[in-house]
């Protein structure tokens, strides 16, 4: 939990010395870093050890322990330090990265603090919007809840501009009324010019019976009556006298 405290603080230090930033080489960066008054610089390292006996950098593969190597070099601005335990020539465990940017020496924070700042933030920006959205809430049996921004005079002129365009994107959309008259006449002359298909029901009902069906029609009739023989209908004369007139006493 120290160790982790510690951490946290020296991603909040920064550290620099006027009198060596503008000699800042890939030469001379390493010898900037190890300066005693670095709070990144550990002075129990291995870089300590070959300093004091005056070795060069190349011993530090041979030895084992806490080390300082230049990682990454982008001249003129910045460079890039690591931190790593040396266990033999060839393999090293990395521990922390720090870069150099303008002669300012930083901390370079791990992906778990970037993941937690970014997740933190997150979280409060969210409540905060949250918090406002809610003070605009407004609710009444009647009409359930609705959104008041008058107390907000950007929110209401915003609020307001949007009916606005809104009405007038709606109005734009619609047309005049000579458009939508030009656009009838052109709807109907296509539709004088190009007739939509009529379906075949209803072709079968207009269309009239062929000449051929009209004779079988007429010849089954004939047949029925010589089957049947002629109907024997009797017409009995009707009277067609007036009533006998009543004489006047």
Same mark, same amino acid.
């Not at 002359?189 to 029609?217: C, H, S, T, V």
């Given at each position: 939990?120290? +160790?982790?405290?510690?951490?946290?603080?020296?991603?909040?230090?920064?550290?620099?010395?006027?009198?060596?930033?503008?000699? #800042? +080489?890939?030469?001379?960066?390493? $010898?900037?870093?190890?300066?005693?008054?670095?709070?990144?610089?550990?002075?129990?390292?291995?870089?300590?050890?070959?300093?004091?006996?005056?070795?060069?950098?190349?011993?530090?593969?041979?030895?084992?322990?806490?080390?300082? *190597?230049?990682?990454?070099?982008?001249?003129?601005?910045?460079?890039? !330090?690591?931190?790593?335990?040396?266990?033999?020539? %060839?393999?090293?465990?990395? *521990?922390?990265?720090?870069?150099? *940017?303008?002669?300012?020496?930083?901390? &370079?924070?791990?992906?778990? /603090?970037? !993941?937690?700042?970014?997740?933190?933030?997150?979280?409060?920006?969210?409540?905060?919007?949250?918090?406002?959205?809610?003070?605009? &809430?407004?609710?009444?049996?009647?009409? =359930?809840?609705?959104? $008041?921004?008058?107390?907000?005079?950007?929110?209401?002129?915003? %609020?307001?501009?949007?009916?606005?365009?809104? /009405?007038?994107?709606?109005?734009?959309?619609? =047309?005049? #009324?000579?458009?939508?008259?030009?656009?009838?006449?052109?709807?109907?002359?296509? #539709?004088?010019?190009?007739?939509?298909?009529?379906?075949?029901? #209803?072709?079968?009902?207009?269309?009239?019976?062929? &000449?051929?069906?009209?004779? /079988?029609?007429?010849? /089954?009739? %004939?047949?029925?009556? %010589? &089957?049947?023989?002629?109907?024997? !209908?009797?017409?009995? =004369?009707?009277?067609?006298?007036?009533?006998?007139?009543?004489? +006047?006493?």
């Amino acid at each position: 939990m120290a +160790s982790r405290q510690m951490t946290n603080d020296h991603l909040r230090l920064s550290w620099h010395d006027t009198q060596m930033m503008a000699t #800042l +080489s890939p030469q001379s960066v390493m $010898d900037y870093f190890c300066r005693k008054s670095n709070p990144f610089y550990d002075h129990m390292c291995n870089n300590e050890t070959v300093r004091m006996q005056r070795l060069g950098p190349e011993h530090l593969h041979n030895m084992i322990g806490l080390e300082y *190597i230049l990682l990454h070099v982008a001249e003129p601005i910045l460079y890039v !330090i690591r931190k790593q335990h040396r266990h033999n020539p %060839s393999e090293a465990t990395p *521990i922390a990265d720090y870069y150099i *940017i303008g002669g300012t020496v930083y901390k &370079a924070p791990d992906l778990a /603090n970037v !993941i937690n700042a970014r997740i933190l933030n997150t979280v409060v920006n969210l409540q905060s919007a949250f918090e406002e959205a809610s003070s605009y &809430a407004r609710y009444h049996p009647n009409k =359930g809840y609705t959104w $008041d921004f008058s107390s907000n005079k950007v929110l209401s002129d915003k %609020s307001k501009s949007d009916k606005k365009d809104a /009405n007038s994107a709606k109005d734009e959309n619609s =047309g005049t #009324l000579f458009q939508k008259q030009r656009v009838d006449m052109l709807l109907a002359e296509l #539709l004088r010019k190009f007739p939509p298909p009529i379906p075949p029901m #209803l072709q079968n009902l207009q269309q009239p019976p062929p &000449a051929g069906d009209e004779l /079988n029609a007429a010849g /089954n009739a %004939s047949e029925m009556n %010589s &089957a049947t023989g002629p109907l024997d !209908i009797k017409t009995e =004369g009707v009277d067609m006298k007036p009533p006998p007139e009543k004489k +006047s006493k």
